[in-house]
């Protein structure tokens, strides 16, 4: 079964970082677009970062630039997000995403085939 699962999520003060992990199974996800959205309560999926297979081209949301940095580790199956600086607005659930196809900027989630179960940021001000 193809899968991707989130880990690293967990509550935070703000101003603290956090790293977030996505590990893929199934299958190599190495030649994958692979990204992250997340989903605030009572809001909808927000893209959040993106990076193409070999890591070569990243691509985020404004309210994230210079604090997030997305990566990842194509021997391991693994993609990463570093969050720094963490604000109390960036508290919601964390999702990873993966899909072949993509090879550019992508942004909305319907674009992405394979997507994990999520992981909780809380940041507390």
């Known amino acids: 079964q193809v899968q991707l699962a989130e880990s690293g999520g967990g509550p935070v003060q703000a101003g603290n970082s956090l790293r977030l992990s996505c590990e893929g199974s199934g299958r190599s996800f190495r030649n994958d677009y692979m990204g992250w959205f997340r989903q605030a309560p009572g809001k909808d999926y927000e893209f959040v970062a993106s990076?193409?297979?070999?890591?070569?081209?990243?691509f985020y949301t404004d309210s994230v630039k210079g604090r997030f940095t997305i990566s990842r580790e194509n021997a391991k199956n693994t993609v990463y997000l570093q969050m720094n600086n963490l604000k109390p607005e960036d508290t919601a659930v964390y999702y990873c995403v993966a899909d072949r196809a993509i090879v550019f900027d992508a942004r909305a989630p319907d674009e992405y085939d394979y997507r994990g179960q999520g992981t909780q940021v809380t940041v507390s001000s």
């Open positions: 990076i193409d297979w070999n890591g070569g081209r990243t």
